[in-house]
């Protein structure tokens, strides 16, 4: 049984609370990303379950055993490092063997596992090379071999692809997901990239100053962020946000930004004048995905139209980035490749409502 467990840990470095509270209960044979930018403690979770860190308040459990106070090497987990950390001077074969060797385990047996873990990774046959010969990444397949090797409880990564160029990254991250699968062993990684988290996690703790701001399913967060900042941090352009006023009635309530206006769909407009934010200002979101050019709109989602005029635009192949202003404020909609927008020029932009997203505008959480 390999579930790790968060209770209350807290971690503390003089005045600077770099983990606060965190409570999460990780699966055994899950893939949990914890995801934030630079500083929110995600790095420092993971450190504290590898006992390179000690713990300030709260417990960790891997299954059923309080490891506190358990030393490092005695907690059946393996890391791999944004650095790698090969030892330069030896062959591949023995960087991947050296956990091994330091605990005494039968030649035979190292022999199997690294050729195993070799065959796994498509390594096997740069055994007798050094580091300073390898790729980018073939460096990160021997770091993550290394931790193969030991058949640990608990996969530790942190941010092991930030090294590699974009392409390699895109065939790394299905390379892990597929050792995940055929290894299944419980998986956490760490990550600044959304992307990465998305494509990746079972689930993802989303983290911001050392708090835990919401852990879900991909889609779940997608769909259904919590606030403000999971709204931002969770898509790629990110979410679009507007300070609006909630104007209107139940039965016909309206989302009025000052230069545009658009019809809450009815169903929404209830649950909204129920929580009682008729009349009141909010943060209206919406993602570049659900803005249309008018040529191209979905025919079965609750359009409304914004006038718009096109700042920029920047063709991406498959579809365009298109920056729009209403008044002073630019926004993005990502829009059929066939659109006819210039720069320069006005689009009616088509706006689903059906995926709006509504946020109080003093605690930037979502109404709903």
Do not use: W
């Amino acid at each position: 049984m390999s579930s790790v467990t968060y209770k209350h840990v807290t971690k503390r470095f003089g005045d600077v609370v770099a983990v606060n509270d965190l409570d999460i209960e990780i699966e055994d044979k899950e893939f949990l990303v914890f995801v934030g930018p630079s500083g929110c403690g995600k790095t420092t979770s993971l450190r504290l379950l590898a006992g390179l860190e000690e713990i300030t308040e709260g417990d960790i459990y891997i299954g059923d055993q309080l490891i506190n106070d358990v030393a490092p090497k005695d907690r059946d987990i393996a890391m791999v490092f944004q650095s790698y950390a090969l030892y330069p001077h030896m062959s591949v074969y023995d960087n991947m063997a050296f956990g091994l060797k330091l605990r005494k385990t039968p030649k035979s047996e190292i022999g199997r596992r690294v050729k195993e873990a070799a065959d796994i990774l498509g390594i096997g046959e740069l055994l007798d090379r050094k580091p300073k010969q390898l790729s980018g990444g073939q460096r990160q397949r021997v770091a993550v071999g290394r931790a193969i090797v030991r058949d640990p409880a608990v996969f530790l990564m942190d941010e092991p692809l930030s090294n590699l160029d974009a392409k390699l990254r895109v065939q790394a991250r299905a390379e892990i997901s597929k050792l995940h699968q055929r290894l299944g062993t419980t998986f956490i990684y760490v990550t600044h990239d959304q992307t990465e988290a998305m494509t990746m996690g079972t689930r993802i703790a989303v983290m911001k100053d050392g708090l835990l701001q919401q852990i879900d399913s991909p889609q779940a967060l997608y769909d259904t962020p919590n606030n403000v900042f999971v709204a931002g941090f969770i898509g790629s352009p990110s979410m679009n946000f507007f300070d609006v006023t909630l104007t209107g009635s139940k039965d016909e309530l309206y989302v009025d930004g000052g230069t545009f206006r658009l019809r809450v769909p009815p169903d929404k407009a209830q649950i909204y004048a129920e929580r009682g934010y008729v009349g009141k200002d909010v943060i209206f979101g919406i993602r570049p995905e659900d803005i249309y050019d008018p040529d191209y709109a979905a025919s079965d989602i609750y359009q409304q139209r914004m006038q718009t005029k096109v700042d920029v635009t920047e063709l991406m192949g498959n579809e365009v980035f298109v920056y729009l202003l209403t008044g002073d404020k630019q926004f993005i909609a990502r829009v059929d490749p066939r659109t006819k927008a210039h720069v320069g020029g006005s689009l009616d932009a088509v706006v689903n409502m059906d995926r709006m997203h509504i946020f109080d505008r003093d605690a930037e959480v979502a109404v709903r």
